[in-house]
T-cell receptor, first 114, second 113 residues
Framework: DAGVIQSPRHEVTEMGQEVTLRCKPI?????LFWYRQTMMRGLELLIY????????DSGMPEDRFSAKMPNASFSTLKIQPSEPRDSAVYFC????????????FGPGTRLTVT | GENVEQHPSTLSVQEGDSAVIKCTYS??????FPWYKQELGKGPQLIID?????GEKKDQRIAVTLNKTAKHFSLHITETQPEDSAVYFC????????????FGTGTRLKVLA
């Protein structure tokens, strides 16, 4: 299995631009999580989906952030417009969906907003 | 709200010595406690986990202990090796009905050769 796949691995953009991060979960997993990691705030859960349905988006920092999961094998996290404080590493993780099952993390997307 | 505290934030040990990282959690309903290892430039990877009906679990050089009464759990690495150098995160599951974890702030472990 290829594991969780994220693209791009690195993204550099200018303030005000739209950024789209992509994730392909492990086949068969039905829960998907988006995390943001920074030195200051550590690993924060932004949103998670179960069976393609958003369950909890309370971690999404602002309306500039949105996430979709149109099918079981693809999810996007969009930031529009981007700001320098959005610079972070964004991780996608997937699991079999039951509480207490391992979450498998992707390699992350390092986002830099100048 | 739910919280997981992790100590220490950094830890340096000599190769061959043991390392211990401790976490406390606030929600007594948490019942699953994974530990993740994150190497530079990579995503966190699960190294061991423990459920609330077990007090201790061991996997080769790694062990985790859980004290439900005190609401704390610890990671123990014995006979440390340079490749153990990484950032380690503990986590606690949110109450049943959700699939969320609350992560600790991480411990940067450095094993000195």
């Amino acid at each position: 299995d290829a594991g969780v796949i994220q693209s791009p691995r690195h993204e550099v953009t200018e303030m005000g631009q739209e950024v789209t991060l992509r994730c392909k979960p492990i086949s068969g997993h039905n829960s998907l999580f988006w995390y943001r990691q920074t030195m200051m705030r550590g690993l924060e859960l932004l949103i998670y989906f179960n069976n393609n349905v958003p369950i909890d988006d309370s971690g999404m920092p602002e309306d500039r952030f949105s996430a979709k999961m149109p099918n079981a094998s693809f999810s996007t996290l969009k930031i529009q417009p981007s700001e320098p404080r959005d610079s972070a590493v964004y991780f996608c993780a997937s699991s079999l969906g039951l509480a207490g099952n391992e979450q498998y993390f992707g390699p992350g997307t390092r986002l830099t907003v100048t | 709200g739910e919280n997981v505290e992790q100590h220490p934030s950094t830890l340096s040990v000599q190769e061959g010595d043991s390392a211990v990282i401790k976490c406390t959690y606030s929600d007594s309903a948490s019942n699953y406690f994974p530990w993740y290892k994150q190497e530079l430039g990579k995503g966190p990877q699960l190294i061991i986990d423990i459920r609330s009906n077990v007090g201790e679990k061991k996997d080769q050089r790694i062990a985790v202990t859980l004290n439900k009464t005190a609401k704390h759990f610890s990671l123990h690495i014995t006979e440390t090796q340079p490749e153990d150098s990484a950032v380690y995160f503990c986590a606690a599951s949110m109450p049943s009905g959700t699939y969320k974890y609350i992560f600790g702030t991480g411990t940067r472990l450095k094993v000195l050769a």
